[in-house]
DNA sequence: ACTGTTTTTGAGCGATCACTCAAGTTATCA
DNA sequence: TGATAACTTGAGTGATCGCTCAAAAACAGT
């Protein structure tokens, strides 16, 4: 996973692949049939560590719109240059704009990824709404679409040379950006 | 230019630009010295017609401000699907994302292009605050920040199967943002 | 200890990669 | 028209790509 998320799925060879995980191609095809299936494993892998992330940030706020908004500076400390992540860019988004015209099977899944991330983070703000933390004409599907993508141009971002506290300047506009959603007490 | 935009760097084969240019490889060695040398080319005429484009959005508006919502609005369209362009994602980032682990030299040279559109919105906005648009206090610089990454996730958001309608909604929603940040009257 | 099954190994497959260069063609002079 | 220069051609280079499979090794059951 690790290699496919720093170098993607075309820069990772089948003997960079051998070397990490310490197999022969025998066995890796034996396990994983082909290139495709195991990117497609190492991508659900990181997919569902991801969602793990998430709910973790959640699990430590009372409030939904606290955790994602922790959530968002939580990115930013592990996009920040100089951390031991493979890539500060996202995996699935790397994906997306690597094979969507090269790779459909692959495109699919990283597709069905983001709907699945838009889903949840729609479900969580209809959640805050009814919970009074957002203002009560907030369009949520909406809402989760932009700050996706805001999370999306957040980690894009990082990937430039750019000293960390930028990225962290950025985190706390995007932050701010959803105080304007909350309700008016 | 746009071989490479919609299959990125490593996605296209020379068998693949020999045909889009209706060239043979030693013309084309003899011409541009290596792929990376012709894909450098490529990206150096992308940015400079993104440039072009947005210089044309901000003369058709008196308002800077203005000038820069439109810019998002029209991104959006054209970053919608069933559009003609190769990708909806950006290929600057695309490139940044593919490159940055794999291609030192290809990296660097998304990451000044980057560097130069921060710049040039920094510049747009300090002049913006000069003509009174923005607020007095307004930090240019982390504003171009955040601009830069609303678009960059704006355009890998569109990358995504997605109805175009929905595309344009982000769009509002990032230029609405931006009057967050107007000198109040 | 012996047999049958499962797993691992790594040399090597055909295909394709980016790229080269001698030979051929075209353009530009007098 | 003929000599020279500039450019184009495409078969072919070695390297590397993803992948296969017969043989060897490890394991499991009796």
Redesign the pocket.
Known sequence: MNLFWERGY?G????QIEQALD?????????FG???GLFSEALAAYAQRSGLELREHLAGNSSILDGLQEHLRCIARQASPGGESPSRACMVVKTLLEASNTNAAIANQANSILNAIEQALTDLLEQAKLQGELAPGTHCARLARLLQAQIIGLRSFAQREIRSEQVAELAEDMAAMLDHYRARH
Chains 1, 2 share one sequence.
């Open positions: 075309a990772a060879s089948m003997k197999m022969r191609p025998g066995s890796i095809y034996a396990t082909s290139k495709d």
